[in-house]
């Protein structure tokens, strides 16, 4: 069992590895407006030699665009959820650890954002910063934190519990330390665990966004522009949706093979 | 509120464009049969339904079939009556008299009387209803009733496009006395459809007015179901659930077209686009750097690019056909070399200008253009970004308060020319959102509408587009093609597109069994 | 007369990520009809491996079984190989000829079905009954386990009975097909002692009525003496001895059964006499023999705790308003002396353990005072609390949960003493040795992580962490229980010497009458919060005189075949809840002194 | 008893809160009310005449004041756009998003729960691989993705379902639920993926349960044991997390109602900010955020109702 699920990490790590690789890599290899040269006689053209991945709509080449859109793309998504960590767990922490007045006030504010649609709040909130990446990066980090939050909270709340934290306090630690020292590490496992899932709907959320012209600005590339662009002609170019939507796949199906194994290598009764 | 606000709001000026509308195929039509309902599928949402409100050409799109105008024009785009059978302009030009009609009825079974043409008309004028084409009536000084059959408006000063502004529907349509409170709910004309329902954002059904003055529709109803998106608008074409469809996505029209169970109609032109450089903006007053950027543009290329070819390029707005086109001009050919002389020259050397280019997403070709403007432009050494805008994001920023750079947009081909150049060129003009300030521009522009001879008129705004075209004060790019996808069973299909090509009207269509 | 099971060379292996393991091994015994065979062994000797095979069970935990045979004689006469068996005649085996009880009667029991229900559908299934007649046998069966108002409790849910109960509910379950043989998988161990009594007592007598044959599982020498026929020892998944019960406890042959034995504290052992003694172990007699006599230290007092009171609201109503008050500790006074071993004992919700929370203000006490070393921890403000902590540690019955997996060792044990910033850099290092050295663990476990360590190791890390700030008290909570025999006595036996050595005192938290009778001065019996009984060790132990003190002690199973006290069926007085409404006033303490210290709570 | 009290006076102040956070967010908004509704027509003197009409000029919580006061006496105002009491628009559309919310929650439980569950019983084997990975699918591609193929394959190719539309329940049940259908099926797919992996992770950790255990000691089939015993424990969590989604899929249905031209709440709350409808966004952004907040406490209510133990708590 156990070594089966290794195989599967190492598949997830390779898969993130190429990703990653061809994000960082991609750049530096093929010039930036590889992604925007257009060839008019060429428009919507099928996978061929000249093409391998096909052409969009603008003639322009989806092997280059999927490539040099992965790095927006990450870059968003990435900044996006470690924005939604970096709010969500003071948040999740604090109102665990401390539960009681704080942790219901902070609920009760967590609760009411989380009535809100996540798509709806980004969406309201990059109309409101208007169209570019880091507003994307702020919409969808913000979106996702009341989620975060919940989870972190929920985390801190059982390990508070746990008697090596009340060993630690009757040890004379202080709370902030209890906190930094025991409480942290015990639930990072669940938060990274929980961030990479995000990553795959953040990665979608730009998606969305680019559904009322939000988000990355054309001509650049990124996943979600590209698949919300293939929209219009799903059913005449197939492929404009498919590659950035394998793409997407591939890195949520990596992301997820990732991050089970990711519990394991944090976790030192693994080593 | 929505694009086809302020569309609407130009087609008000220069009312019915259209007049090439005629079908670009002719149907060997077999004979008119009666019945059936007409399902089709609208690629607009209605919103306000009464007729002098309503902002959007796709109310006024339905809104076509249930009122009746005073007056109307013909395929040539000439006066011709409506309601009235006749209509004569006093030599002074201060006096419009209109005879009616006998016993023309409207859906409540009421004889119009000139009392009707009256209060449709003060209520149009008066600004408390917030019709938005109040400005028709601008310098009338008292409409009079000397008998039922009679009207009389008389003019404070001349106002030579008047009667071409009545034959705009949305200032001209006739609406039983009284019946303006309930039109927004229950909408009531003399038009060849009765309104049965509205189902926001769903669809619209109407029937077959039997009393139709100028005979019933052979159509029992018309259901106007709205699909606002393209693919799904398509599809169902293709499954038949619709009969016909408005709108075919540009990219989409060739492929419709080689389909045999399916006829398309494309008429031309249905608008013109241009590109706006904002005249407030540093780089933008100085004509060179306006005329490089026409150099860096190849418009027959971008019209290919963004119109997948459904359009044609032209140097003038003016109405392909109207006397006032000005066949001198041709638009500059594609030159990056000398663009960037000039630019450099202006004081704006490669890498130097940095300008945002706003384009609204209601408009997705105006996004491909803007893409392909973004390559030309870097080559030519200027880059450029693109900011995406909902409508009425473009509105607000663009249209309102000037707050953009460089855009694009289009309106209805004006083809009353004094609307056209003084709206939108005047300094003053309503539509003159780029801050143009040409004192040429503004002179000819005035003085044109004191100038009664015709050809004389259209010579003065024959300069008006040199001098617009020779500033570049903007890029003329196209006049683009209406579309409309049917079934094969959709009869009398050439007759839908009313002349001024933003309006439906389905008198004449059937159903073949 | 034919055994009913034979086991024969059973071999069995998991499947884990480092290739397979050897669960058990060799394994061979029998068992006769209506006779009580005990398989008894330390965690990991594969025990439960051993029943669970019987049942087939062991693949749902990965297990094969490799080799050997199990001979079962099925109700029908014939013989049955399990080993070989297929799923379909396993589900007629399973509960209707072979019954099993496990461990954890708390989640033994599907939650969210009634108790009729999970009576009557294995009726049902193998006795082909319908509805009514499953309910009036699963009628039947609750009254033969004697629960009261059994109606009521058919229409139940798990959570609404208590664990002794569902305990019974479960054998119940059990019994339910009338199996010839009952496999018990340690079912007293999560009880308390009286119940445990009551439990133990109830198979032997299903067991004379039915004439079933019951294989028993145990960790427990004291259990065994009490129910066994014959005895099976394993030890590392191999069978270390087999024998009737009086053989094992009379004449051990095997070094490791004896060992085993030995470190059995045995009730009553140490009738007479009057100062601890540590525990037995073998090998270890050099070390028990340096025991010096314990030193004449002046009895000066270190805790004195005044009518300690802790209460939890119960909260409840529209605006979470406290409704009622769990009464958890109810005007509790004692004297700990220094050097000394106070042992508070009670079962389950006695309150012992908020005792000693609320002794650190780990929770805070409703009234009351605490001194210690002349200061009352009561009113110390949140500094000096902190401050204060470090004349008092405490430790945890958990061993695994009670260290952090996510930190080295020796952070752990360094942690306090940076707190209170006693050491830094070297010195630290040097004081967290020193710390390793004198609970007796390897030094190469400085950069391990708890996992690691087996749970003794790890209790004494806990024990190293607990010294590490020089404490004068310790409060250990359950501190062994986690813990197997051999390995407690060590611990017990480090205890023990560490307060010698440093003069601490311990507030020994326990429910293990033989442990605490060996090691404590003082014992405290608490019942529903408050303190029934309290004295030196050898007055309760040899005068128990509080009912209450009394039962308990009657309920404690002997290691010792030939005192068997729990023939027929037992019941004790059941607790009753701590829960009152609020404002609730219980009259204050009153205790008679019957002999000098001894005090008995008057009724 | 006192637990579903509780719970509503918490709701009381969460649907505070949420108003205070519409409102907030509503006027953070660019563009003003105003100048959409003057739009080409706007003139400086006519903007501050509406404005004043409009209240704009009040201070903003007067404004707030109003506004909640007006949704408390049932004045919700009226959509710029349609020119129509919100309110109305509202009781209109509410109808159709409930059916496909619904709808698409069905079809995502149905597929969700048998695949976790195999996935669980098949802990770490191929099986669990595979139920995860096709679950992902349903998530690496946005809902409109699947919606767009769901109008391809289901209405162009196959003709089965309606490409688009709705059709009033009262007119035509059967229809409302075939307009309803492809859209539902499209976010049901998005939803699946989250639910499977919770069914999966909740079983494996009841299946390793002691009750379990003793289940099989009783001698019943693996299949009643997974199937009955585990699954009860199960459905409890599995419907709560399944609540919290109703959140996600209200953002959903704004992109897949527009698709499919489901005139529902998602696809008025589209027109809203597509046409920068203050009124409208105002209130349909709140009665979506009550709406969600609502599901959740039902959801918890009918847990009382699945978990005896609470039952009595």
């Known amino acids: 069992m156990k070594r089966f699920k290794t195989t599967k990490g190492l598949i997830g790590i390779v898969l993130l590895l190429a990703i990653l690789l061809v994000a960082i890599l991609g750049p530096m290899l093929i010039p930036a407006d590889a992604s925007t040269a257009m060839d008019m006689h060429a428009r919507r053209s099928p996978p061929t030699w000249v093409h391998p991945f096909g052409t969009d709509q603008l003639g322009r080449d989806m092997m280059f665009r999927v490539i040099l859109g992965a790095r927006t793309s990450l870059e968003i998504a990435v900044s996006a959820v470690v924005m939604s960590v970096v709010l969500g767990l003071p948040l999740g922490l604090i109102s665990g650890y401390f539960g009681g007045f704080i942790d219901n006030v902070l609920m009760r504010l967590v609760d009411t954002l989380l009535a809100f649609p996540a798509l709806l709040l980004a969406l309201t909130i990059s109309a409101v910063l208007g169209p570019n990446i880091q507003n994307t990066i702020i919409a969808i980090g913000v979106a996702f934190t009341p989620y975060l939050a919940r989870i972190i909270r929920g985390e801190a709340l059982r390990v508070a519990q746990m008697p090596y934290v009340e060993a630690a306090r009757s040890s004379g630690t202080t709370d902030i330390m209890i906190m930094i020292r025991h409480v942290l590490p015990n639930i990072l496992p669940a938060v990274i665990v929980q961030g990479t899932i995000s990553l795959a709907f953040a990665i979608l959320a730009e998606a969305g966004l680019s559904f009322l012209g939000l988000g990355t600005q054309p001509p650049a590339a990124s996943w979600g522009l590209m698949i919300q662009a293939s929209r219009d002609q799903l059913d005449i170019a197939p492929w404009t949706a498919l590659v950035p939507g394998l793409a997407v796949a591939l890195t949520v199906l990596g992301l997820n093979m990732f991050g089970d194994v990711l519990r394991d290598i944090l976790d030192p009764r693994a080593k | ?513 | 007369m034919k055994d009913i099971v034979s086991v024969d060379h059973l071999r069995v292996e998991f499947a884990t990520d480092s290739g397979p393991v050897v669960g058990v091994e060799d394994v061979s015994f029998t068992i006769a009809p209506g006779e009580t065979l005990c398989v008894v062994g330390e965690s990991g000797s594969g025990k439960s491996v051993t029943s669970l095979s019987l049942m087939r069970l062991v693949e749902f935990g990965g297990g094969t079984i490799t080799a050997g045979t199990l001979n079962f004689i099925r109700a029908d006469g014939s013989t049955l190989n399990v080993a070989a068996a297929t799923p379909e005649v396993m589900g007629q085996v399973r509960g209707n000829e072979i019954g099993m009880i496990f461990q954890e009667p708390m989640t033994a029991l599907n939650p969210v079905f009634t108790i009729e229900r999970q009576l009557t559908d294995g009726l049902m299934l193998h006795k082909g009954l319908d509805q009514a007649a499953a309910t009036a046998r699963a009628l039947e069966l609750l009254r033969s386990v004697r629960i009261p108002e059994p109606e009521r409790r058919l229409k139940q849910y798990p959570h609404e009975l208590s664990g002794g109960m569902r305990q019974r509910v479960v054998i119940a379950m059990a019994m339910a097909c009338e199996p010839k043989l009952l496999i018990a998988d340690e079912p007293t161990t999560a009880l308390d002692v009286t119940i445990q009594a009551e439990i133990l007592a109830l198979i032997n007598r299903l067991k004379r009525d039915t004439g079933m044959a019951v294989l028993f599982i145990t960790h427990d020498m004291a259990v065994v003496a009490q129910m066994a026929d014959r005895v099976v020892v394993m030890y590392r998944g191999r069978i270390v001895e087999t024998g009737t019960v009086q053989q094992i406890f009379e004449a051990p042959r095997e070094d490791y059964t004896k060992a085993l034995l030995a470190a059995v504290p045995k009730l009553g052992e140490m009738k007479g006499k009057s100062a601890p003694e540590r525990m037995r172990l073998i090998g270890d007699e050099a070390a028990r023999a340096a025991q010096a006599a314990p030193k004449a230290r002046k009895r000066e007092v270190l805790l004195d705790v005044r009518n300690l009171t802790t209460r939890f609201p119960v909260k409840g109503g529209i605006l979470r308003r406290t409704v009622a008050q769990v009464h958890a500790v109810e005007d509790v006074s004692f004297t700990l002396n220094v050097g000394e071993t106070l042992a508070l004992v009670g079962e389950s919700g006695c309150g012992k353990s908020s005792c000693g929370r609320s002794i650190l203000r780990l929770i805070e006490p409703t009234s009351g005072e605490v001194w210690i070393g002349g200061r009352d921890i009561g009113n110390l403000n949140r500094h000096h609390l902190r401050k204060a902590r470090a004349d008092m540690q405490m430790v945890f019955q958990d061993p695994f949960a009670s260290l952090n997996p996510y930190r080295r060792l020796k952070d752990q044990v360094a942690e306090p003493i940076q707190n209170f910033n006693l050491a830094s850099g070297a010195e630290l290092e040097a004081r967290v040795l020193q710390l390793f050295d004198r609970v007796r663990l390897p030094r190469e476990f400085l950069n391990r992580y708890p996992h690691e360590l087996s749970g003794g190791q790890r209790q004494r890390v806990a024990i190293a962490r607990a010294l590490a700030v020089n404490p004068k008290l310790i409060v250990a909570d359950e501190a062994v229980s986690a813990l197997d025999v051999s390995v407690q006595a060590q611990v017990l036996n480090l205890m023990m010497e560490l307060q010698e050595d440093l003069g601490l005192s311990y507030l020994l938290i326990s429910h293990d009458m033989a442990v605490v009778e060996r090691v404590a001065h003082q014992v405290g019996v608490m019942y529903l919060g408050r303190i029934v009984e309290i004295g030196p060790r050898a007055a309760v132990f040899d005068n128990p005189s509080h009912p209450y003190t009394k039962s308990l002690l009657s309920a404690v199973p002997i290691a010792d075949p030939s005192k068997r006290r729990f023939a027929d069926d037992l019941s004790f007085k059941p607790i009753t809840s701590p829960i009152f409404p609020l404002g609730h006033q219980p009259a204050p303490s009153v205790y008679d002194q019957i002999a000098p210290g001894h005090f008995v709570l008057r009724a | 008893m006192t637990y579903i009290i509780n719970r509503l006076l918490s709701v009381i102040l969460t649907l505070f809160l949420i108003t205070l956070v519409t409102f907030a967010v509503t006027n953070i908004l660019p563009g003003d009310v105003a100048m959409m509704i003057m739009g080409t027509q706007s003139n400086p003197e006519a903007l501050s005449g509406l404005r004043q009409s409009l209240g704009l000029n009040d201070p903003l919580l007067v404004q707030y004041g109003h506004w909640v006061g007006g949704m408390v006496s049932g004045n919700w105002g009226n959509s710029l756009i349609f020119k129509k009491p919100i309110l109305e628009l509202l009781s209109q559309k509410a109808v159709a998003s409930a059916i496909i919310v619904i709808m698409s929650m069905m079809i995502a439980l149905a597929l969700a729960i048998p695949l976790g569950v195999w996935a669980a019983v098949h802990r770490d084997r191929w099986q669990d691989t595979v139920s995860s990975s096709s679950a992902l699918l349903g998530v690496s591609l946005p809902d409109f993705f699947w919606g767009i193929v769901m109008i391809l394959v289901f209405a162009r190719w196959l003709g089965w379902f309606p490409s688009s539309g709705f059709v009033e329940p009262s007119v035509n049940f059967w229809g409302t639920l075939q307009h309803a259908f492809l859209p539902s099926l499209a976010l049901g797919l998005g939803l699946m993926a989250h639910l499977t992996r919770m069914t999966r992770s909740t079983m494996t950790g009841i299946l390793s349960q002691e009750f379990i255990r003793v289940a099989r000691a009783k001698g019943l089939a693996e299949r009643t044991v997974v199937w009955r015993y585990a699954l009860a424990n199960a459905i409890g969590p599995v419907i709560t997390i399944a609540g919290l989604q109703i959140g996600y899929l209200f953002g959903s249905i704004i992109v897949m109602e527009s698709l499919f031209g489901y005139t529902g709440m998602g696809w008025l709350t589209y027109q809203a900010l597509l046409n920068r409808d203050l009124p409208l966004i105002q209130d349909t952004v709140f009665v979506i955020a009550a709406v969600v907040m609502l599901t959740n406490l039902a959801v918890d209510l009918l847990y009382i109702v699945i978990d005896p133990r609470i039952r009595l708590g």
């Open chain 2, 1 to 513: 509120m929505k694009r086809r606000d302020f569309l609407r709001s130009t087609t008000a000026l220069l009312g019915s464009g259209l007049l090439g509308a005629m079908p670009t195929v002719l149907w060997a039509e077999d004979a008119p049969v009666k019945g059936g309902t007409l399902i089709w599928g609208h690629s607009e949402t209605t919103q306000n339904l009464d007729m002098h409100q309503t902002g959007t050409a796709s109310s006024g799109r339905v809104l076509q079939s249930i009122h009746s105008s005073i007056v109307t024009v013909d395929k040539d785009l000439k006066v011709i009556p409506g309601l009235a059978e006749s209509f004569e302009v006093a030599p002074d030009g201060l006096t419009y008299t209109f005879k009616l009609r006998p016993n023309v009825k409207f859906h409540n079974g009421q004889v119009m009387t000139s009392a009707d043409v009256k209060y449709s008309f003060d209520r149009c004028r008066d600004k408390a209803t917030g019709a938005v084409n109040f400005e028709v009536f601008n310098n009338v000084a008292s409409i009079d009733t000397p008998d039922d059959a009679t009207v009389v408006i008389k003019m404070s000063s001349v106002n030579a496009p008047f009667l071409s502004r009545l034959a705009e529907n949305g200032a001209g349509v006739v609406m039983p006395k009284d019946s303006g409170p309930t039109q927004g709910t229950n909408p009531m004309g003399a038009g060849p459809f009765k309104f049965v329902s509205y189902e926001v954002g769903t669809v619209v059904k109407m029937a077959r007015h039997e009393e139709y003055w100028d005979g019933p529709a052979f159509l029992d109803a018309v259901e106007a179901r709205e699909i606002t998106e393209p693919t799904t608008r398509l599809t169902g074409l293709r499954t038949g659930e619709l009969h016909m469809i408005n709108d075919i996505p540009l990219d989409r029209v060739s492929e419709l077209q080689a389909d045999a169970t399916l006829q398309v109609k494309t008429w031309f032109p249905l608008n013109f686009d241009f590109i706006n450089l904002n005249h407030t903006f540093k780089p933008f007053q100085d004509p060179k750097v306006r005329i490089a950027f026409d150099m860096i543009i190849d418009k027959e290329a971008l019209m290919q690019g963004a119109l997948w070819g459904q359009g044609a390029t032209t140097p003038s707005p003016s109405f392909p056909t109207s006397a006032s086109y000005n066949h001198d001009l041709k638009q500059r050919p594609q030159d990056i070399e000398g663009a960037k002389k000039m630019l450099a020259e202006a004081g704006y050397p490669e890498g130097s200008l940095n300008i945002v280019f706003k384009a609204t997403t209601n408009y997705p070709y105006h996004v491909e253009a803007a893409q392909i403007l973004v390559e030309w432009f870097k080559s030519a050494g200027v880059n450029l970004t693109i900011e995406q805008l909902t409508w009425a994001d473009w509105l607000t920023q663009c249209w309102v308060n000037k707050d953009f750079q460089m855009t694009m947009i289009n309106f209805f081909t004006l083809w009353e020319p004094d609307f056209l150049y003084f709206s939108v060129w005047n300094s003053t003009g309503a539509f003159n959102f780029r801050a143009i300030n040409d004192k040429v521009i503004d002179d000819l522009t005035v003085q044109a509408r004191t100038v009664v001879d015709d050809t004389a008129r259209a010579d003065i705004y024959k300069q008006v587009q040199k001098q617009i075209w020779e500033q570049s004060h903007d890029i003329i790019l196209w006049f683009r093609n209406g579309t409309i996808g049917a079934q094969t069973k959709v009869g009398g299909l050439d007759t839908v597109v009313h002349p001024n090509g933003s309006n439906l009207n389905f008198h004449k269509v059937w159903l073949k069994a």
